[in-house]
C-alpha cells in the first residue's frame, strides 16, 4: 500500500491505511461503499495521487479507494462527448480527442501523469483555462457513488439541461468529500487554430505583472503564463535550453485568435517595460517554451522541501500580490520562486526551505500562512485549482466565512452523514 498513502504535498504525513482496493467498475466502488458505510470505515478517493494539497493522503484506518483501473474511454464524435472512466489520464483523453478532430482543452501542467477523476474531484485548471475555462466548464454529467454505495447519474449529454439543481457541479471541486466519481461525460471543441508565443523579461516581477493586466485587457490569450528568475533558475539548472537566466520574470503568451493578437501582446509587455521580447509561430518552439513553464515545480522540488501556494486574485491586482510575495519572503529569510497562470490572475509562490536547517521549516509555513492571508486581503482566494486538501484546510473558513462553512458543512452532513468520504480534511 505504500505508494498509495501520499499525493505530490510531500510535507504532509499520511496515516496509516487498512487497505487498498483497485476498483475496475462502478460495481467494485458501490461495494467497497456499502461496507465502509456499515462499517464506519473512512474511504479516501485517490486517482493517480498528482494532487498538490494533500487530498488523496491517507487517513489511519482508511481504504484507499483508487480509481486508476477505471479506463473505459468512448468518444461520441457527432455529439462531441467523450465518455471516460475516472482513471484515464488527462492525455489519453486528449489524445484520444484528437484523433477524431476534437480538442478537450483542461490541461493541467500535469496534464500527462493525472486522471480525469482527479480533474473532476479537484476542477483542474490549466494553461489555456485563461481563454478556454476549467474542468466543470467541460463537465455534461457523470456517475457518483454516494457513501452508501448507491450510484447516481447527475446531468446527462446535453448542452443544456436545467432540470433540478446542478448537482454534478457540487461534486467537481469537492475533493472526494461528497462522493466517488466513477464516469463523467466530457465536452470536446473543433481543434483550436495554430497559436503563435510571445516571450517577455522583465527587470522587475511588478513590471511582468503591469505586463498581464494590460495584455488581458487588450486581447484573450489563449495562455499567459510567468516565472519568475528562481524558477527560470531552476528549469535550466535541469533542461538547459536558454531562458533569460538574468530576467527578473519571465511571461510567455499564447494566441490563437489570429489577427495582429501576438503584436498588441509584444504591445502590452513593451508598455510596461519588457526588457527583452520575441514572437514564434512554430509550433515546437512554442510548445518548448511552454514546456519550460510546466516543468517549473519538479525542477523547484530538486532544490528543497516545497509548500506550494495556489493563490488567486483579481486580474488587477496581481502587482500587488507578486510585490507581497517578494516582501514576505524577505521578511521570513525564505525563498520563495514565483510562477503561475498569470491570466488567470492565479500563482503558485513555491515556498522552499531546507528541512534540516534550524528553524527554516517554521520560517516557511510563516511565510505560507502569510501569502494566503495576504490573496484573501487583495479579494482573492487560497486556491485557485490544486483544492483545499490538507495543506489548506485552516485557510478555508477564513476565505468563506462561518455561515458559508456551516453550510457546506451541512451539505456534507447530507450527502455522508458518518463522515466516512475523505474524512478530517477540510470539510
Ligand atoms: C508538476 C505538477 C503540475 C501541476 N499542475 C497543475 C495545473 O496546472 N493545474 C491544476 O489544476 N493542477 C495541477 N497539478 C495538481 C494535480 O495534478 C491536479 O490536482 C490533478 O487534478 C490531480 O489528479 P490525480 O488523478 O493525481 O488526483 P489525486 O491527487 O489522486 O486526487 C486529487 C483529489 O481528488 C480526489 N479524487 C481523485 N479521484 C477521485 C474520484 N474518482 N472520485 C472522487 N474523488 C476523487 C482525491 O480524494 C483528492 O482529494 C499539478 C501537479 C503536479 C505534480
Redesign the pocket.
Known amino acids: 500500500m505504500a505508494g498509495y498513502t501520499t499525493?505530490?504535498a510531500t510535507t504532509v504525513a499520511p496515516g496509516t491505511p487498512l487497505a487498498l482496493v483497485r476498483a475496475r467498475h462502478t460495481a467494485d466502488v458501490q461495494a467497497v461503499m456499502r461496507v465502509a458505510s456499515r462499517f464506519r470505515v473512512p474511504v479516501?478517493?485517490?486517482?493517480?495521487?498528482?494532487?498538490?494539497?494533500g487530498?488523496?493522503t491517507a487517513v489511519d484506518g482508511c481504504i484507499v479507494?483508487?480509481?486508476?483501473r477505471?479506463r473505459a474511454l468512448s468518444i461520441d464524435t457527432a455529439a462531441m462527448v467523450a465518455i471516460a472512466g475516472?482513471?484515464i489520464?488527462?492525455a489519453e483523453l486528449k489524445q484520444a480527442a484528437a484523433a477524431e478532430g476534437l480538442w478537450y482543452p483542461?490541461?493541467?501542467?500535469?496534464?500527462e501523469?493525472?486522471?480525469?477523476?482527479?480533474?473532476?474531484?479537484?476542477?483542474?485548471?490549466?494553461?489555456c483555462?485563461v481563454k478556454y475555462g476549467?474542468?466543470t466548464d467541460y463537465v455534461l454529467g457523470i456517475e457518483?457513488v454516494l457513501a452508501d454505495g448507491r450510484a447516481v447519474r447527475l446531468g446527462g449529454r446535453t448542452i443544456k439541461d436545467v432540470a433540478g439543481y446542478d448537482l454534478k457541479r457540487l461534486?467537481v471541486g469537492?475533493?472526494?468529500?461528497?462522493?466517488?466519481?466513477?464516469e463523467a461525460v466530457l465536452r470536446l471543441r473543433p481543434l483550436p487554430p495554430p497559436a503563435s508565443t510571445v516571450v517577455a523579461s522583465f527587470a522587475s516581477l511588478v513590471d511582468a505583472g503591469h505586463a498581464v493586466t494590460r495584455i488581458v485587457s487588450a486581447v484573450r490569450p489563449a495562455a499567459l503564463e510567468l516565472m519568475d528568475r528562481a524558477a527560470i533558475a531552476a528549469v535550466e539548472a535541469v533542461k538547459p535550453m536558454g531562458l533569460d537566466t538574468t530576467a527578473a520574470a519571465l511571461l510567455l503568451a499564447r494566441t490563437d485568435g489570429g489577427g495582429d493578437e501576438a503584436h498588441r501582446i509584444a504591445e502590452a509587455c513593451e508598455t510596461s517595460g519588457a526588457t527583452y521580447l520575441a514572437a514564434t509561430d512554430d509550433r515546437d518552439e512554442g510548445e518548448l517554451l511552454m514546456g519550460a513553464r510546466?516543468?517549473?515545480?519538479?525542477c523547484v522540488?530538486r532544490t528543497g522541501a516545497v509548500l506550494i501556494e495556489?493563490v488567486g486574485v483579481p486580474v488587477p491586482r496581481i502587482p500587488d500580490l507578486l510585490e507581497e510575495v517578494e516582501a514576505v519572503a524577505v521578511e521570513h529569510r525564505i525563498s520563495i520562486p514565483v510562477i503561475g497562470?498569470a491570466g488567470d490572475g492565479n500563482f503558485?509562490p513555491l515556498v522552499t526551505f531546507d528541512p534540516d536547517d534550524g528553524d527554516a521549516a517554521s520560517r516557511a509555513l510563516a511565510a505560507f500562512d502569510a501569502i494566503m492571508d495576504v490573496a484573501l486581503a487583495l479579494g482573492g482566494t487560497v486556491t485557485?485549482?490544486?483544492?483545499i486538501?490538507v495543506l489548506k484546510a485552516r485557510h478555508l473558513v477564513s476565505q468563506l466565512g462561518g455561515d458559508v462553512m456551516d453550510l457546506t458543512r451541512r451539505i456534507k452532513q447530507a450527502l455522508d452523514p458518518y463522515d466516512i468520504l475523505?474524512p478530517g480534511?477540510w470539510v
Open positions: 499525493d505530490r479516501v478517493p485517490r486517482g493517480l495521487g498528482t494532487g498538490l494539497s487530498g488523496s479507494l483508487s480509481t486508476e477505471m475516472p482513471g489520464r488527462n483542461p490541461d493541467p501542467s500535469s496534464f501523469i493525472c486522471s480525469i477523476g482527479g480533474n473532476l474531484a479537484t476542477n483542474a485548471g490549466g494553461l483555462c476549467v474542468t457518483v461534486f469537492s475533493e472526494g468529500t461528497l462522493g466517488v466519481i466513477t510546466r516543468m517549473a515545480i519538479p522540488e495556489d497562470h503558485h485557485g485549482e490544486h483544492g486538501g475523505n480534511k
